[in-house]
């Protein structure tokens, strides 16, 4: 079923910020009732993530400092979707960039919108394995350390508030769904 979209009307489009990663936008837009609402409107151009098995099963994070947060938090491997890659190349990209590691087997399984009542961003979600250790290269300024951990140990980090990343959040219960593990 094809639901109609809103014919709301706008009234105002003021961009008020074009950076090198996002933009923002604010409309002030009219419902077909005749209120006025604003919409504040983040462009991104998206985004990969990775959840990186490796042969014993164990799965590949990242502690990374994040700026807006002011501290580490430990997520999967991911990265900004560049112009000229593909959410596949990006994702390898980053595997190798933040792990140090090559993926033999990259699998698409579903895209996401991480916000979409404020942002544009669309993140892909992949499986790597047939992990094969290549050198590390972390993009200057980012600091951050590689850690592997069970799904057990993963699930207790999730159970007690030590992942908070969403991407990181779903990536996780999406494998453990596609694995069949079973959250006890």
């Not at 430990?74 to 596949?88: I, V, Y």
């Not at 033999?104 to 404020?118: N, Q």
């Not at 350390?145 to 969403?166: A, F, H, L, N, P």
Request: with cysteine; charged share 30%; aromatic share 8%.
């Amino acid at each position: 079923m094809t639901q109609k979209l809103p014919e709301d009307k706008v009234l105002q489009h003021d961009e008020l910020y074009h950076g090198k990663i996002v933009e923002l936008y604010v409309d002030v837009i009219q419902h077909p009732s005749g209120r006025t609402a604003i919409r504040e409107v983040v462009v991104h151009p998206g985004g990969a993530v990775a959840v990186p098995v490796l042969d014993d099963g164990r799965l590949l994070m990242v502690n990374q400092f994040r700026y807006p947060l002011k501290k580490f938090i430990l997520e999967f491997p991911a990265g900004k979707l560049d112009s000229d890659q593909s959410p596949r190349d990006t994702i390898a990209r980053e595997l190798e960039e933040e792990t140090g590691h090559r993926a033999g087997s990259l699998t698409h399984e579903c895209s996401f919108y991480t916000s979409p009542g404020i942002t544009t961003e669309l993140i892909h979600l992949f499986i790597a394995r047939d992990l094969a250790p290549v050198p590390q290269h972390p993009e200057e300024g980012e600091h951050l350390t590689v850690e592997s951990y069970t799904v057990k140990e993963c699930i207790e980090k999730m159970d007690r508030g030590e992942i908070s990343d969403g991407k990181t959040l779903f990536g996780l219960l999406w494998y453990l769904r596609k694995a069949k593990i079973e959250l006890k």
